[in-house]
């Protein structure tokens, strides 16, 4: 199975600031890499699709970049409601598509 | 608008058994494949099944494979997860995802139902 390493696992940031999160995969897998948002009771809500795709209705100021092994999602000026927690997920192996394990973005 | 809707979840002792079900609406269910993706309390993401659109292509995680059994009725616009031999670790909110295409390999999710947990315990 392709591991996903996601780093860091939490990160404290405030309004205004430029955060990055990162995932790695165990082995090369294209673009086939999707960013989602999950906030605290609620679903999670797809970002960002093959590796820099911005889904339709998702501000620009999330983007994406990456491919083969190493991706970013880069969120360039903090709004309150980007607090919440960041999941990457490979859809190149299937059946067997895995998560990152989630980074917490919380209010420094 | 789309709408998927978990319902089935419950309390169930070790080794028993429980069928998820998902009611789609506002798209075309037959279009697209589903996905069950399930998150234990406090824990991150897990992928457990995928089914295409018309049933034809079937895939499980390893941790679930020849427990559950995925099934989908497209005239019924319904998803559903039949869960036997059900563990502790299976303790989780399930989730059911509408994929962004026909097929259940290398698609993303880009709707989300609100889940429906299921608690193992005795």
């Known amino acids: 199975a392709i591991r996903i390493t996601q780093s860091p696992s939490s990160l404290s940031a405030s309004t205004g600031d430029r955060v990055t999160i990162t995932c790695r995969a165990s082995q090369g897998i294209s673009s086939y890499l999707a960013w989602y948002q999950q906030k605290p009771g609620k679903a999670p809500k797809l970002l960002i699709y093959a590796a820099s795709t911005l889904q339709s209705g998702v501000p620009s100021r999330f983007s994406g970049s990456g491919s083969g092994t190493d991706f970013t999602l880069t969120i360039s000026c903090l709004q309150s409601e980007d607090f919440a927690t960041y999941y990457c997920?490979?859809?190149?192996?299937?059946?067997?598509?895995?998560f990152g394990q989630g980074t917490k973005l919380e209010i420094k | 608008e789309v709408q998927l809707v978990e319902s089935g979840g419950g309390l169930v002792q070790p080794g028993r058994s429980l069928r998820l079900s998902c009611a789609a609406s506002g798209f075309t269910f037959d279009d697209y494949a589903m996905h069950w993706v399930r998150q234990a309390p406090g824990k991150g993401l897990e992928w457990v099944s995928g089914i295409s659109w018309n049933s034809g292509s079937i895939g499980y995680a390893d941790s679930v494979k020849g427990r559950f059994t995925i099934s989908r009725d497209n005239a019924k616009n319904s998803l559903y997860l039949q869960m036997n031999s059900l563990r502790a670790e299976d303790t989780a909110l399930y989730y059911c995802?509408?994929?962004?295409?026909?097929?259940?390999?290398?698609?993303?999710?880009?709707?989300w139902g609100q889940g429906t947990l299921v608690t193992v315990s005795s």
């Open positions: 997920q490979q859809y190149y192996s299937y059946p067997g598509y895995t």
């Open positions: 995802a509408k994929a962004v295409g026909a097929a259940a390999g290398t698609v993303t999710f880009d709707y």
